[in-house]
C-alpha cells in the first residue's frame, strides 16, 4: 500500500483487527427478490448474522458483475457479526430490466429499506460497501439518506455513466468514509484522493500499488485490503 490516511481518528495497530469472529452457527444464505424503482423485481442474497440487533451493510457490485462478486467476503462479514445483501443492480446479473443509472440510486433506497426492516437488524447501523459505479450509487444514496451511518467507496469515479459524486461530500457531512484505489487505476486514484481533501469527519485512503479495480481489491492486494475494510466497517458501525 503506498498511503493511509485518517483523519480526526486515532492510529490502529494494522496487525491487530477489532473485529471479532463469531463460532455460533450461521443462518444460511438466502436469496430475495426486492421491490426496486418503478416495480422492477431486484435480486439479491441476505446473509443474516448470527447475533440479533447487527449491524448490516448493502454491497453493490462494480459495473459487468454481479452479487457473487461480494460472496467471500459477505461470509467474512458474516462470520464479524454483520448481516449484509449483495444486489444486483438493474439491467445486471439475474435482474432484469433496462440499465439506468438514475433509477439504479433509487433501488440502492429501495434495498437499503428493505435492510431497514429486517427485525435482527440495527436500522442506526446501517452501511453500504460499492465498487466503481456500485460506489458512485453509494455515495449518491447516502448523501441523501443521513440514516446511513458510514460508506466503503471501492474505486469510485468522480463521473461514472453520468452518476457524478461532484459536491457530494458537502451533503454527505462528517460520517466515515473509507476511500480505496490502485494507483496504476488513474482515475479511481484520482477521484479518491479529491474526495478525501473534501471530506470532514473520518476518511480512510487507501492507496496500494498496481491496477485492481473495483472489487478486484479484495484479491488483488496480497490480502491486505479486507483487513482494513472490516476494521474500518467494525469501528464506523460500532453501537
Known amino acids: 500500500m503506498l498511503a493511509t490516511s485518517c483523519s480526526n481518528v486515532p492510529q490502529v495497530n494494522p496487525a491487530t483487527p477489532s473485529v471479532k469472529s463469531t463460532t455460533a452457527p450461521l443462518p444460511p444464505a438466502q436469496e430475495v427478490t426486492i421491490q426496486g424503482a ?14 440479533p440487533s447487527s449491524p448490516a451493510l448493502l454491497l453493490l457490485h462494480m459495473y459487468g458483475g454481479g452479487r457473487e462478486d461480494w460472496a467471500p467476503e459477505a461470509e467474512t462479514m458474516q462470520q464479524a457479526g454483520f448481516s449484509s445483501l449483495a444486489l444486483d443492480l438493474r439491467g445486471q446479473g439475474e435482474t432484469g430490466g433496462e440499465e439506468n443509472w438514475t433509477l439504479a440510486v433509487e433501488d440502492v433506497a429501495a434495498a437499503q429499506a428493505w435492510i431497514a426492516s429486517q427485525p435482527d437488524v440495527d436500522k442506526r447501523r446501517r ?32 463521473n461514472y455513466f453520468g452518476v457524478s459524486l461532484e459536491g457530494l461530500m458537502s451533503s454527505y457531512g462528517a460520517r466515515p468514509i473509507l476511500l480505496a484505489a490502485s494507483d496504476k487505476d488513474g482515475y479511481s486514484a484520482d477521484t479518491a484522493q479529491v474526495l478525501a481533501g473534501e471530506a470532514s469527519g473520518r476518511v480512510d485512503l487507501l492507496i496500494y500499488p498496481g ?9 488483488r492486494t496480497h490480502g491486505d485490503f479486507l483487513p482494513e475494510l472490516m476494521r474500518f466497517l467494525d469501528e464506523s458501525l460500532a453501537p
Open 38 to 51: 418503478q416495480g422492477l423485481a431486484l435480486r439479491g442474497t441476505w446473509r443474516a448474522a448470527a447475533a
Open 127 to 158: 452501511g453500504t460497501v460499492g465498487a466503481s459505479i456500485g460506489a458512485n450509487l453509494a455515495l449518491t444514496h447516502a448523501a441523501l439518506d443521513p440514516e446511513i451511518r458510514a460508506v466503503a467507496l471501492l474505486s469510485p469515479g468522480l
Open 211 to 219: 491496477s485492481a479495480h473495483g472489487t478486484e481489491l479484495l484479491y
